[in-house]
């Protein structure tokens, strides 16, 4: 188990960046693949993208492909979300969470969410 803890959220034009990071406390980390998940008002939680435990491989949803980069340092027990080229569908609060098996996009199949961190892009 991990306790996480999402930062740096926060209010962007469109087509600027932020880039989020998920720290964790614990320590089988480095066991889990990470995911990152995103929730916009009135709307069900949905993958965004997630990184196996050894960073081999990376998976993307379609909308973000190509404009975000998920990445992990094992060292500092942190997995990161690169966001460029962000656009006003982005906006809502993103969540990072530990992957328990299963469909890697399905949020059913994570655990330990954290309490997510705001993005909001202004058109």
């Known amino acids: 188990q991990v306790q996480l803890v999402e930062s740096g959220g926060g209010l962007v034009q469109a087509g600027g960046s932020l880039r989020l990071s998920c720290a964790a406390s614990?320590?089988?980390?480095?066991?889990?693949?990470m995911g990152w998940f995103r929730q916009a008002p009135g709307k069900v939680r949905e993958f965004v993208a997630a990184i196996t435990r050894n960073s081999f491989s990376t998976t993307y949803a379609d909308p973000v492909r190509g404009r975000f980069t998920i990445s992990r340092d094992n060292f500092k027990n942190t997995v990161y979300l690169q966001m460029d080229s962000l656009k006003p569908d982005d906006t809502g609060g993103y969540y990072c969470?530990?992957?328990?098996?299963?469909?890697?996009?399905?949020?059913?199949?994570?655990?330990?969410w954290g309490q997510g961190t705001q993005v909001t892009v202004s058109s």
């Open positions: 969470a530990a992957h328990r098996g299963g469909s890697i996009a399905m949020v059913p199949n994570y655990g330990d």
């Open positions: 614990g320590r089988t980390f480095t066991s889990y693949t």
